[in-house]
């Protein structure tokens, strides 16, 4: 069987649905997943039930395994790279028109780094985080203080509340995914 290429913000949304996937995206956040993952010339795919990847800018490309867990992180690295690339840029621009571009291109950035927040706490990578600090919170006192427990229940709380979350992001999706469209 070959692999179905997800070519479209919709069809990512549905993949992920019918995989029963525990990451809820809408429409506006697959397309910021897809399009940096086409700016970085890859491309995503299910092959066999599974998703796929594969980087087009090599001689042979072929598919290799791709959690959206992996696809949500390494996005968020991109985010964070093109930021420092952007205030690096307004440090010492050509021209005024320069310093404004970059300027439009980081607050465009720094919206979309926050949808992206939304998406990495509901990976595999947020959780072990999340478990890893705890350790450590109980190798240094011995057990869960109170008031971190309590933030910690808090915390887990909202992350599982990610259909409520999601509704109210819709909104800011749909503008970021307009805001990105004309930057092209």
Known sequence: MEALEVNTPGELVMWLYLAESEVIMEQGEAEIILDYLKGYNMALAVH???????????????????????????????????????????????SQEDYNRFSDALDILKQQEKVLDGLYQQTKYEQIAVECALQAIIATFGNVPEGIQEKLEAYRKGRTGQLERTEGRKEEVGRLAGQQERLR
Do not use: F, R, T
């Open 48 to 94: 066999n039930q599974e998703l796929v990847v594969k980087d087009m800018g090599e001689d042979s490309p072929e598919y290799q395994p791709y959690s959206i867990d992996d696809a949500i992180h390494d996005v968020c690295e991109w985010n964070l790279e093109l930021m420092d690339e952007m205030e690096e840029g307004m440090k010492n621009p050509d």
